[in-house]
């Protein structure tokens, strides 16, 4: 097989020139063949008490910290060139680039149609173009056809698959929902491709009822956070199988964060003065008595087990509104005590209450959605997601106090506030349509930005957007793009069918070897909030020996090596074709020279060392 034998220096210095992973690639594969620790070694996962888990995010530091850095290792800086100012495509590019006029701020020139294609079609689809959409794009004449590129792939679906599976990795859509986990996943694909309205969705999520988590899709997100009070019932009417109280709790902090980037977890224990001055002023000023207001709109919801022959059913409850409300003093399984307070419906932001006789749920729903901080929390998610990091970060930990101004000694948290406030109208303005909000962004020179910065790079520079950050690509998009690289699809079961790409799938799947690979790539098990992936040496040691690469690169079973020899007499055709197909940009001379000697060496071998290395490489990694 192809890991067993050695690679020649060629392969390896060409792995190399494409910004190679820091190992060399023949040390790096005797080593974990001749170690037995290299395979087996596991990253573990962190158990740190609910305390900690609640506290921590809101102690880290700024995800900007990072990502300026991370692209100047990726995209190097280079020497300064003359270009001419930016014309605006929309108002997004009056703020962005505005700010960095008044300010006297460089910023990168615009990308090239290879790094565009690239980029956008990882971002909206989670997988890399072929070799011939790349080709045509590149080709085409229209002045349009970044416009029409993104139109192409909002409607495309891959775009379903790819932002499906990332709500379901939002809401944490794992076995907790039992066989609705497939359903709900089915309810989210009809909404992204009928461009639902994003308000109707959530008032869905908030208000749904149901006999059973496999009759109304969106139940399974209750369901999903309901926090279990016993092992085994007293009897089969047991209602206390499922802690009321606590899962009122846990779905009033996932509401917030999740609908209004507003991070609850603390004051859902004790009041937020004397804790986090330092942090978050505006939850400094609350109480924990808001909270258990907050809390209260889910008050009379009742969340039931479902039982059959003395047994639970798969993941199966009846959810209902028929509790007598909110027990501010009622006893709790994963907090301090509660001592009592408040215990009628009052949302958090405005202190407004459900209007006479209507359904707690349904007005928890209406007043979230119609609050302006659900348009902009949900505008800066999605820009945090195509831009590297959010107007205001995390996305999740917004501080109500110094949004766009601050105290003295502090600094306003929004980067843009006016920009942010701006794509919030407009999404509610245009029927909080998401596909409008994502076109919006990508049609922007600033997302449209070159990820290399020309000139000296400043970290000052990162709040500004001054260039394209890289990102690293998650777990799922690595492997769906070795399937598009490679021609050779996996092997997935989803309801009955075989599916090629791990983004079809309603949560993270496969055996062996592929879910070993997908798990140190940072696939989310969907226990804990997703975090972003993060480098690591057992990720290069997995590229170079994992059969999830070494398989596909063989030129057997019909692969794309295999069809490119076929088709390809000349070998520098075969070569600029393996380049586009894999990195989705034209190859250097240099780069061709390395690759043509070692087909010259041995032709079938060499298409598949040269396939092998450039998934190896760094710009395979990344999107940029």
Not at 45 to 60: N, Q, V, W
Not at 223 to 236: I, M
Request: aromatic share 10%; proline share 6%.
């Amino acid at each position: 097989m192809l890991k067993c034998r050695a690679l020649s220096a060629q392969v390896v210095a060409l792995a190399a020139l494409g910004g190679g992973l820091g190992l060399q690639a023949s040390d790096s594969r005797q080593l974990a063949s001749s170690s037995p620790r290299a395979k087996a070694a596991q990253v573990e996962a962190m158990s740190p008490d609910r305390f900690a888990e609640a506290h921590a995010p809101i102690f880290e530091p700024p995800k900007s910290k990072d990502v300026g850095a991370l692209t100047e290792r990726v995209a190097p800086s280079g020497r300064a060139i003359a270009r001419l100012p930016l014309a605006p495509r929309n108002y997004i590019d009056e703020h962005i680039f505005g700010k960095m006029k008044r300010d006297g701020v460089p910023h990168a020139p615009l990308s090239n149609d290879y790094e565009f294609v690239r980029r956008v079609t990882l971002d909206l689809t989670g997988r890399i173009p072929t070799a011939s959409e790349v080709r045509s794009f590149v080709a085409d004449t229209d002045p349009e056809k970044r416009r029409k590129l993104i139109d192409r792939l909002l409607n495309s679906e891959a775009f379903v698959d790819k932002w499906a599976y990332f709500f379901m990795d939002l809401f944490r859509a794992n076995g907790k929902m039992g066989r609705g986990q497939n359903l709900f996943h089915y309810w989210m694909k009809e909404n992204l491709r009928a461009d639902r309205p994003y308000d109707d969705v959530v008032r869905d999520l908030i208000a749904a009822s149901a006999k059973s988590n496999h009759v109304v899709a969106a139940s399974n997100v209750i369901a999903r956070e309901h926090v279990q009070g016993k092992a085994q019932p007293d009897d089969g009417k047991d209602f206390g199988m499922v802690h009321q109280l606590d899962t009122h709790d846990e779905l009033a902090v996932l509401y917030a964060k999740t609908f209004l980037g507003i991070n609850l977890s603390c004051i859902s224990c004790h009041d937020g003065r004397g804790h986090l001055e330092k942090v978050n002023l505006w939850l400094s000023q609350r109480k924990r008595s808001d909270f258990y207001q907050f809390a209260a709109f889910l008050g009379n919801s009742r969340y039931l087990m479902y039982w059959e022959d003395g047994k639970p059913q798969s993941g199966e409850f009846m959810i209902d509104d028929e509790n007598p409300g909110y027990d501010s003093k009622g006893k709790s399984m994963i907090r301090v005590p509660r001592f009592g307070g408040p215990s009628l419906p009052a949302f958090i932001l405005t202190g407004e209450q459900p209007r006479q006789g209507e359904p707690p749920r349904e007005a928890l729903g209406r007043m979230l959605t119609t609050h302006p901080q659900f348009a902009r929390a949900t505008a800066n998610l999605f820009w945090s997601r195509l831009m590297g990091f959010g107007i205001v970060e995390p996305y999740d930990e917004f501080d109500l106090v110094r949004y766009d101004t601050a105290p003295e000694g502090w600094q306003p948290q929004a980067s843009h506030p006016e920009l942010l406030n701006a794509l919030a109208d407009d999404f509610r303005r245009n029927g909080y349509r998401l596909k409008r909000l994502i076109a919006t962004i990508c049609n922007s020179n600033a997302y449209q930005l070159s990820a290399r910065f020309e000139g000296e790079w400043k970290d000052s520079y990162t709040r500004y957007y001054a260039r394209k950050f890289v990102r690293q690509l998650t777990a799922e998009e690595v492997h769906d793009s070795i399937v598009v690289a490679t021609g050779r699809p996996g092997n997935f079961n989803y309801g009955g069918q075989k599916v090629p790409m791990a983004m079809q799938m309603s949560g993270p799947a496969g055996g062996g070897e592929v879910r070993y690979f997908m798990q140190t790539f940072g696939q989310s098990n969907r226990s804990n909030p997703p975090k972003p992936p993060v480098g690591s040496p057992l990720q290069a040691l997995l590229l170079m020996q994992s059969s999830v690469v070494n398989d596909r690169v063989l030129a057997k079973n019909d692969s794309r090596v295999q069809q490119l020899l076929e088709t390809y007499a000349d070998d520098g055709r075969l070569v600029e074709e393996m380049f586009l197909g894999v990195l989705g940009r034209e190859v250097s001379e240099k780069e061709k020279e390395i690759a043509l000697a070692e087909l010259r060496r041995n032709r079938t071998e060499g298409a598949q060392n040269l396939q092998w290395a450039l998934i190896n490489s760094i710009e395979f990694l990344f999107n940029k």
